[in-house]
């Protein structure tokens, strides 16, 4: 089978860490990418197994904690750290951040940022919007929040790519990408493909 750029036979094994939220959607959306296998991910094996981690927006402190019970929270932020592509949505920010602002601890502690948890509200305060972010795609995207964080300070080569209302909400950092916003709940694949063509392919050197 070819991979996702068209090029030859190796499959792109993806995990999605399924211990709580949108598991099932980035999966789908995943499996609509050639070349890509996405894998339910819920054990220090199926950690090791895969090429890139999607953590998927939920609860940031039940997954923390589930990933913690499942003794996956070392291993993960090992494989981060020595190079495993990984991309955080909304909790999946929260957990990645080496800084949380309304928080009295932090978790994978991988990616430069200072995010606020629940920084739109509550869930009646989720919001749909569209934007444009070039980094991603030419046309307008759909943004959803939900409970969403946002990204409060950047350091170090933390690249930011989307602000809506002047709040950062789209973030790069060599292999690690965040956003505040679920593309996993839309009809839009640009950030799944864009995740996979601009930062998986090119680390496995495919």
């Known amino acids: 089978m070819q991979n996702a750029d068209g090029k030859g036979d190796k499959m792109i094994n993806i995990?999605?860490?399924?211990?709580?939220?949108?598991?099932?959607?980035?999966?789908?959306?995943?499996?609509?990418?050639?070349?890509?296998?996405?894998?339910?991910?819920?054990?220090?094996?199926?950690?090791?197994?895969?090429?890139?981690?999607?953590?998927?927006?939920?609860?940031?402190?039940?997954?923390?904690?589930?990933?913690?019970?499942?003794?996956?929270?070392?291993?993960?932020?090992?494989?981060?750290?020595?190079?495993?592509?990984?991309?955080?949505?909304?909790?999946?920010?929260?957990?990645?951040?080496?800084?949380?602002?309304?928080?009295?601890?932090?978790?994978?502690?991988?990616?430069?940022?200072?995010?606020?948890?629940?920084?739109?509200?509550?869930q009646l305060d989720s919001f749909r919007t569209t934007l444009r972010i070039p980094e991603v795609s030419d046309s307008e995207i759909p943004l959803v929040f939900i409970r969403a964080p946002y990204v409060e300070e950047v350091w170090n080569d933390v690249k930011i790519l989307a602000r809506v209302d002047d709040k950062i909400v789209a973030c790069r950092q060599a292999h690690m990408l965040a956003t505040s916003f679920h593309p996993e709940l839309t009809d839009d694949m640009s950030f799944h493909k864009y995740f996979v063509e601009q930062m998986v392919i090119p680390v496995l050197n495919l």
Not at 34 to 59: D, F, M, R, Y
Not at 62 to 85: Q, V, W
Not at 107 to 116: A, C, E, S
Request: charged share 20%; proline share 3%; net charge positive.
């Open 15 to 122: 995990g999605v860490l399924g211990l709580q939220g949108a598991v099932v959607e980035h999966m789908e959306k995943l499996q609509q990418i050639n070349g890509v296998s996405p894998i339910k991910i819920k054990t220090k094996q199926e950690i090791e197994s895969v090429h890139a981690l999607i953590i998927p927006g939920g609860e940031s402190t039940a997954i923390g904690k589930l990933m913690e019970d499942f003794n996956l929270m070392y291993i993960i932020a090992d494989r981060i750290k020595k190079g495993m592509p990984v991309w955080g949505t909304c909790a999946g920010m929260i957990l990645m951040a080496k800084k949380i602002s309304n928080y009295h601890r932090t978790f994978l502690n991988v990616m430069d940022i200072k995010v606020k948890r629940n920084a739109y509200g509550s």
